[in-house]
């Protein structure tokens, strides 16, 4: 009897030390998943309740995310799982955000786009969606006409904060767009109905139109500069070159001058959007770590 029990013993007793080498072995590589189901399986698998299932897939999600060494480990599935989980719950706005914000700063732009504005037909009501969109496409890929479309999507949702006109404007000035900023500060206005929020659009609306103005009068001093190199000193120099036909009044009622960068400017307020920079000049762009509690970021 003992030798049946020992065989026993020592076959329990290898299989034990097999399981626990195989349990540190996957403790030793980053947490991945073996494959991301599409939504119509998953539907099947959790019979039909497609919150529970989108629900489960989003802790795996959260789980994958959550890697300390995802960056190691890459990132290709974060769009197919977050992908399933919104088709099974289409109102799951977090999930579009994080996994919006993720998806670009670890590079991958093109997906974030994506899983972004699938959020925004899906919640429309969620501003920081669009939001989001428009900064992918000025910080990442330094398209300035896009960003303004999205943001203005953005100031357009429910619930959007005033200061989000402000960015419309930056964006589509950058792009060379002050016209669609006009246009989306016209249609604004029309629709305000409280003193203060139009107070707020006639200012804006000011400046889109002196940066629009200021645009067209900057691309003839470019055209002098390509002549004379240097100059012109003052604006009624363009006038004489047959560069201008007049020179537009100032929409916030002083008069429009030539600063000593060769910019145009307002003498009642003299304040223009920055020029938009080139990749050399912006910042890194933000990368996404994922670290243990209290441990530092690199």
């Known amino acids: 009897m003992l030798a049946p029990r020992l065989a026993i013993f020592l076959a329990l007793a290898a299989a034990t030390a097999l399981a626990a080498s195989r349990l540190h072995v996957e403790q030793d590589r980053p947490?991945?998943?073996?494959?991301v189901p599409r939504a119509g399986p998953l539907r099947f698998l959790f019979l039909g309740n497609r919150t529970l299932a989108a629900d489960v897939n989003w802790l795996r999600a959260v789980q994958y995310i959550g890697e300390v060494r995802g960056n190691e480990r890459g990132w290709d599935k974060l769009y197919p799982l977050v992908d399933a989980?919104?088709?099974?719950?289409?109102?799951?706005?977090?999930?579009?955000q994080v996994a919006g914000a993720i998806l670009s700063s670890v590079?991958?732009?093109?997906?974030s786009n994506r899983i972004l504005e699938k959020g925004v037909r899906a919640v429309p009501e969620r501003y920081i969606l669009p939001y989001h969109r428009a900064f992918n496409a000025f910080y990442y890929q330094g398209d300035w006409k896009e960003a303004g479309r999205w943001a203005e999507v953005a100031a357009r949702s429910p619930g959007a904060p005033p200061h989000l006109r402000q960015n419309v404007i930056a964006y589509y000035v950058k792009g060379k767009r002050a016209d669609a900023a006009i246009a989306f500060l016209e249609q604004a206005l029309a629709e305000a109905r409280d003193p203060d929020t139009r107070k707020a659009l006639e200012s804006q609306l000011r400046?889109?139109?002196?940066e629009l103005d200021a645009s067209r009068?900057?691309?003839?001093?470019?055209?002098?500069r390509a002549r004379y190199v240097v100059g012109p000193l003052a604006l009624g120099q363009l006038l004489h070159e047959g560069l201008l036909r007049s020179i537009p009044p100032d929409p916030h009622g002083g008069e429009l001058y030539l600063d000593d960068e060769g910019r145009v400017r307002s003498t009642e307020n003299p304040f223009r959007f920055a020029r938009p920079e080139?990749?050399?000049?912006?910042q890194p762009a933000p990368r996404f770590y994922p670290a243990a509690k209290g441990a530092p970021r690199p």
Request: proline content about 5%; overall charge negative.
């Open 278 to 282: 080139s990749p050399s000049e912006m």
């Open 217 to 224: 009068l900057e691309d003839a001093i470019a055209t002098w």
């Open 207 to 210: 400046q889109a139109r002196l």
């Open 107 to 111: 590079g991958r732009v093109e997906e």
């Open 31 to 35: 947490y991945d998943l073996e494959g």
């Open 85 to 96: 989980v919104t088709d099974l719950d289409p109102g799951h706005a977090y999930a579009y």
